[in-house]
C-alpha cells in the first residue's frame, strides 16, 4: 500500500492503495464515484473508460501508479443533473440508452473523438466508436445522440 | 412480520417517502394500516423453472395484493406514493408506471413517487419478466386496478363532504371540484393524506378510457435518465454500505468438477484478506477491498476433480437429437396429421438448427448482502425478490420473514442472467464473515456459469394441396434444460446454489407425450398458421386444422433458462423461415402466403403494415435475375402473435449479402406492433428498436461454444456482439395504437421474428437457405456454395 495523490474531476484525493490497482477500483471504490463501471475488466468493452489528460483510457486495466500528477475526468466531472453538458444532454433528449450501463464509455469516447475531431464524417464517428459495446440494442440512437452532440460541436 | 419490524427494515429513502406522504412512523407503528405489505410468506408454490414447452405458470406474477393500502398511500400534502412489484430493467417500465398512476388518480407525473420491488414495502408481484409487466400491472387488476380504486375512494370522500353525486365531481391535478359549483374543491391530502383507505381493490373500478389520457400514451422521459447520463445513478454495483467487504467467487475449472480441497495456506499472508469461504463446491474468498479479493481468488490453490465429458460441440444437435429418455409433450395434435400427409400433393421437409446463447449482460453481475445473526438483507437486480426471499433464506438456512431483497438495477437483464447467483455469493460470503459483503462476478464466471438460451433442433414439415395450401403441419423439436429460475423452492437452479449444495429441480422424463388438453401456445412452439384447436376450443390464429406439434426436452450439460423471448424465438425462427421456403416452392410472394393461411384479423394487420410501410414488392422470393457474385440484396418478412396471446410483431428485414465471402449487412428493419393499448409510445419505439438489434445480434453473431471440459466462449473475443460503431440499420416502427384492446406485453415481440426475416432477406437476395444460426459469413457462404 502506499498513499498517493489523484487528481479526479478538478479536485485532489490522497488515497492508500496497493500501486498496482487498476484505477477503476480506486475510483468506484475508494472515491465512491458511479459513472466508471466495471464492465469486462479485459479492456474490451469501455464500460470503465475515464478521461485522462484529454484522452480516453480504460480505467480496468490501468494501474493506479501510472496516474500520478494526470488530470481524471469522469461522466461526473462533464456536467450535473441539472446542468448537463451538452453531450450528455444530446443522449437525455434522445433517449439514447436502456439500461445504460454502456453509457459512461460511450459519452466519453464519443466526447473526446469529437473534440478532437470536430468535421468528422459519419464513417470516421463510427469508426471512432468501434471499440465499445452495447448489449441493449441502443446502438441507432446512441449514434443519433452522438451525431446531435457532433451538430453543435461543428456549429 | 409486525409493523414495528418492517419499519425498523425500511431503508431511510423509503421512510422518507411514508412521512412526506404525510404518514408518520408514530402512527404507522400504531398500526393505523396505512400501508398494508402484502408478504406471503412460506406457501409460496414454486414457479418450475420455465422449462421451454411451459406456458407462464399461473403463480409467475405473485399473489399481488387485494387491498388499496399496500398500493397506493395519499400524503397530507397530497403527494402519491405508489408500490409496484413489477421493476425497472431499462425497459422503461418504472416512468410508465409512474404515468399509469399519475393518470389514473388525475394527478401531475411528478407528484407520483413510484417505489419498485423490495420485500419489505411492495406487493409480492412475483417475477418481473416474460413481457408479462403490461398484462399484469396496465389491465383491470394490480397497480392499474388501484389506481382506479383509489381516485373512486376519493371521489366518493368528496362527494359526502360536498353533498353531490360523484358525477357531478371532477378530479383534475390532485383536486376535486364540484362542477356546478367552482367554490367546492379539496385536494386529495385534505381528503384523504396520511390516512388509509382501507378499502379492498374495486373490480368494477372504471379505468381511464385512452382517449381520456393526457399522461399515459405520451412519450414521457424516462426519470433514470439524466442521473445515468450523468454519472449519478446508483445500480445494484453502486450500493455501499458502512464496513463492507468485497468478495469473489472460485467457481470449477471444469462443468462437474467438485472440490476436493482448498489450501488456504495459499493467501495466509496476503494483503486484506478476510477469509476463504468453502462450503460444499462453493468457494469463494472476502477481502478488504476489490483488487485484493481478485487477487486472493487467483492464487487460492483449489484441488478440483476432473470435470463431466462434454458432448462434442461438432456434433451437438446430433447428440440433442438422439438424447433419452425426453420429457414429451404435445402442444397440440389433431390425431390426423399422418392421414393428411399422405394424401397430400407434395410434401416440404426442412430442418433448423439454434445455438446455446448467453444474456451476457455489459456488466458483470453485482449483489450487496448483509447477513448479520438470523437477518439478512440483499440488494440484487434480480427479476424476482420475493421468490429470492425465500431461496436467500434456503440458502442461508434462515426463516425466509428475516430476509429482505431491495432491487437495485443491473446492466442489461435480457432474462435470468447472473443476477440471482450473485445474490446467492453475496450472501454466503457475507454469513461467513458477519459483515456486508459485495461481489461482481468476473467476465468469465459471468459467461461460463450463467443460465444460457436454450439451443434447439427443429423439423419442420406440411403436406400441400394441389394449389400449394397447405392442409397439415407436423413440428417436432428437441431442446435441453438444466434449472432455470430458481422460483421459490429452487436455489439449484443457478450454479452458485448447486456448488452450494441444492439440486437443481428434478428432470421428469415423459414418453409418450399425453394428449394435450387445452391450447396454450406461450413457447410459440405451435406456428401461426393453424387453427390450435384442442378440445372445442380454437386458440391458434391461423387456418390449417390438421397439426401436431411435439416437444422433446432433455437434460442439458450446461444452466439454462429464459433468455428474452425464451423458446418463442427459436420455434419463431424456424416457424417463419420455412412459411418462407414453402412460399418460394409455390412460386407465391412470401406476404400473400401468409395471409392466405392466416385468420386472426391483428395478426393479418401487422404483417400488412409491415409490407406497407416497407413498400413491399409483392413477388415470390428469390429475387428474379440473381448474380451469383458480388453484393445482392434482399428483403424477408416475419411476424408472430408472441406466446400465443402477448403482442403483434411482423418485421421485414432487408439486408446486403457479400457472395464473395459470406457476409451479411442489415441495412433497414420496418417493424409493426399492437400490443394493445400504448403507455409510452417513445419507450415502445426504445423497446423494439433495442429488441431488434439485439435480434440482429444474435441472428449473426452469438454463440457459446465449449471443449470437452468447460464454456469456451468467456469474454467479448470468444462471444460476439456488434460494437457500437458497427453498420446499425435504419430502424422504423409502425404503432398499431389499439386503444379498445388489452395491454400486452412488447419488449420481446421484435427480438422474435428478427432471425427468419433476416434469414428470409437472404434468401431473397441469393436463392440460399440459411438453417442454422448465427449466419457467420463461414455458413453463409457456405449455403452459397451449395446453391445449384
Not at chain 2, 400501508?35 to 410468506?41: H, K, T
Not at chain 2, 464496513?243 to 469473489?248: A, Y
Not at chain 2, 453498420?727 to 427468419?756: C, F, H, Y
Amino acid at each position: 500500500m502506499a498513499v498517493m495523490n489523484l487528481k479526479v474531476n478538478g479536485r485532489t484525493h490522497p488515497v492508500d492503495v496497493d500501486p498496482a490497482t487498476p484505477l477503476l477500483y480506486v475510483l468506484s471504490d475508494d472515491l465512491g464515484l458511479r459513472g466508471p463501471k466495471f464492465g469486462c475488466g479485459l479492456g474490451q468493452c469501455g464500460s470503465c473508460a475515464v478521461m485522462v489528460n484529454g484522452r480516453v483510457i480504460r480505467s480496468c486495466v490501468t494501474a493506479v501508479r501510472s496516474m500520478a500528477g494526470s488530470e481524471i475526468t469522469t461522466l461526473e466531472g462533464l456536467g450535473t443533473i441539472e446542468k448537463p453538458h451538452p453531450i450528455q444532454k444530446a443522449f437525455i433528449d434522445e433517449q439514447a440508452m436502456q439500461c445504460g450501463f454502456c453509457i459512461n464509455g460511450i459519452i466519453l469516447t464519443a466526447k473526446v473523438f469529437l473534440d478532437r475531431n470536430p468535421k468528422a464524417s459519419d464513417a470516421e464517428i463510427k469508426q471512432a466508436m468501434s471499440g465499445v459495446l452495447c448489449r441493449c440494442g441502443a446502438n441507432a440512437r446512441i449514434i443519433r445522440a452522438i451525431k446531435r452532440y457532433a451538430e453543435e460541436v461543428k456549429a | 412480520m409486525k409493523p414495528l419490524d418492517t419499519l425498523k427494515a425500511m431503508s431511510p429513502d423509503a421512510l422518507g417517502a411514508l412521512e412526506s406522504a404525510g404518514i408518520s412512523r408514530r402512527k404507522f407503528i400504531k398500526g393505523s394500516g396505512a400501508l398494508i405489505i402484502s408478504f406471503s410468506m412460506g406457501g409460496l408454490a414454486s414457479p418450475p423453472g420455465a422449462a421451454p414447452g411451459q406456458a407462464v405458470p399461473p403463480d409467475f406474477n405473485g399473489p399481488g395484493s387485494g387491498q388499496l393500502d399496500s398500493w397506493i398511500a395519499i400524503g397530507a400534502d397530497g403527494s402519491v406514493t405508489a408500490y409496484t412489484g413489477k421493476c425497472e430493467l431499462g425497459q422503461g417500465l418504472y416512468t410508465a408506471q409512474t404515468q399509469l398512476i399519475a393518470e389514473e388518480l388525475s394527478v401531475p407525473f411528478d407528484r407520483v413517487k413510484l417505489i419498485q420491488c423490495d420485500t419489505a414495502l411492495t406487493p409480492d408481484q412475483g417475477t418481473t419478466s416474460g413481457a408479462q409487466s403490461h398484462p399484469a400491472n396496465f389491465n383491470r387488476n394490480n397497480l392499474a386496478l388501484a389506481g382506479a380504486t383509489a381516485r373512486e375512494a376519493l371521489l366518493e370522500r368528496a362527494s359526502t363532504r360536498f353533498g353531490v353525486p360523484v358525477d357531478q365531481l371532477t378530479a383534475r391535478d390532485g383536486v376535486i371540484g364540484v362542477t356546478t359549483d367552482t367554490s367546492k374543491k379539496a385536494g386529495y391530502g385534505e381528503l384523504a393524506g396520511g390516512r388509509a383507505f382501507g378499502v379492498a381493490l374495486n373490480r368494477g373500478a372504471r379505468r381511464k378510457d385512452p382517449g381520456e389520457w393526457t399522461i399515459l400514451g405520451k412519450p414521457v422521459p424516462r426519470v433514470e435518465i439524466p442521473a445515468i447520463a450523468t454519472g449519478q445513478f446508483e445500480y445494484v454495483h453502486n450500493v455501499r454500505l458502512p464496513g463492507m467487504l468485497h468478495g469473489q467467487v472460485v467457481r470449477p475449472p471444469a462443468v462437474g468438477a467438485r472440490v476436493v480441497g482448498v489450501d488456504e495456506g495459499s493467501v495466509r499472508g496476503l494483503p486484506g484478506v478476510v477469509k476463504v469461504v468453502v462450503k460444499n463446491n462453493f468457494v469463494g474468498v472476502v477481502a478488504e477491498k476489490p483488487w485484493q479479493a481478485i487477487q486472493a481468488a487467483h492464487k487460492l490453490k483449489v484441488d478440483w476433480t476432473q470435470g463431466a465429458t462434454l458432448p462434442d460441440q461438432r456434433d451437438f444437435y446430433d447428440w440433442l437429437r438422439n438424447q433419452k429418455p425426453a420429457r414429451d409433450t404435445f402442444a397440440v395434435n389433431s390425431n390426423d396429421v399422418d392421414a393428411k400427409l399422405a394424401s397430400a400433393a407434395k410434401i416440404v421437409k426442412a430442418t433448423y438448427h439454434y445455438p446455446y446463447q448467453m444474456h451476457g449482460s455489459l456488466g458483470t453481475s453485482c449483489a450487496v448482502a448483509e447477513v448479520q445473526g438470523d437477518k439478512a438483507t440483499v440488494w440484487s437486480a434480480t427479476q424476482a425478490v420475493y421468490p429470492l426471499k425465500n431461496t436467500v433464506a434456503k440458502v442461508l438456512g434462515l426463516r425466509p420473514e428475516n430476509v429482505r431483497v431491495r432491487f437495485r438495477m443491473g446492466a442489461g437483464c435480457y432474462g435470468i442472467n447472473g443476477a440471482d447467483t450473485v445474490s446467492y455469493d453475496a450472501a454466503l460470503l457475507s454469513q461467513a464473515v458477519g459483515k456486508p459483503v459485495r461481489v461482481q462476478l468476473t467476465r468469465k464466471d459471468e459467461m461460463a456459469w450463467e443460465n444460457f438460451g436454450v439451443a434447439y433442433v427443429i423439423d419442420q414439415r406440411v403436406g400441400l394441396d394441389a394449389g400449394g395450401s397447405i392442409i397439415a403441419w407436423d413440428h417436432e423439436s428437441w431442446s435441453p434444460t438444466l434449472g432455470g429460475r430458481p422460483g421459490a423452492n429452487n436455489p439449484g437452479n443457478v450454479v452458485t446454489g448447486f456448488l452450494a449444495g441444492f439440486e437443481p429441480a428434478a428432470f421428469a422424463a415423459r414418453t409418450p407425450a399425453p394428449d394435450p388438453t387445452n391450447f396454450s401456445n406461450g413457447s410459440n412452439a405451435v406456428p401461426s398458421y393453424v387453427t390450435g384447436c384442442v378440445g372445442k376450443r380454437c386458440g391458434g390464429t391461423g387456418k390449417v386444422p390438421s397439426q401436431r406439434v411435439l416437444i422433446h426436452n432433455v437434460p442439458s450439460p450446461f444452466w439454462t433458462g429464459p433468455l428474452r423471448s425464451p423458446a418463442r424465438l427459436q420455434n419463431t425462427f424456424a416457424h417463419e423461415s420455412f412459411m418462407d421456403e414453402i412460399a418460394a416452392l409455390v412460386k407465391t410472394d412470401p406476404v400473400d402466403y401468409r395471409l392466405r393461411h392466416l385468420s386472426d384479423p391483428r395478426l393479418i394487420e401487422v404483417v400488412k403494415a409491415a409490407a406497407k410501410s416497407a413498400n413491399w414488392e409483392a413477388r415470390p422470393s428469390p429475387r428474379p435475375g440473381i448474380r451469383r457474385t458480388g453484393v445482392a440484396a434482399g428483403r424477408g418478412l416475419s411476424c408472430v402473435l408472441y406466446e400465443g396471446d402477448n403482442g403483434y410483431c411482423a418485421m421485414v428485414a432487408e439486408v446486403e449479402v457479400n457472395q464473395d465471402w459470406g457476409a451479411v449487412v442489415v441495412k433497414h428493419l420496418v417493424i409493426a406492433n399492437d400490443s394493445g393499448p400504448i403507455s409510452n409510445p417513445d419507450g415502445l419505439r426504445n423497446q423494439l428498436e433495442g429488441g431488434a438489434l439485439h435480434g440482429v445480434s444474435r441472428t449473426l453473431l452469438e454463440e457459446v461454444t465449449w471443449d470437452d471440459q468447460k464454456i469456451t466462449s468467456v469474454d467479448w473475443l470468444t462471444y460476439r456482439t456488434p460494437f457500437v460503431g458497427a453498420n446499425v440499420p435504419k430502424i422504423d416502427t409502425v404503432l398499431i395504437q389499439r386503444s379498445e384492446g388489452e395491454a400486452m406485453g412488447a419488449g420481446e415481440t421484435a427480438v422474435t421474428v428478427v432471425a427468419a426475416a433476416i434469414a428470409n432477406a437472404i434468401f431473397d437476395a441469393t436463392g440460399a437457405r440459411i438453417r442454422q444460426v448465427p449466419f457467420t459469413p463461414e455458413r453463409v457462404k457456405g449455403a452459397l456454395d451449395a446453391r445449384t
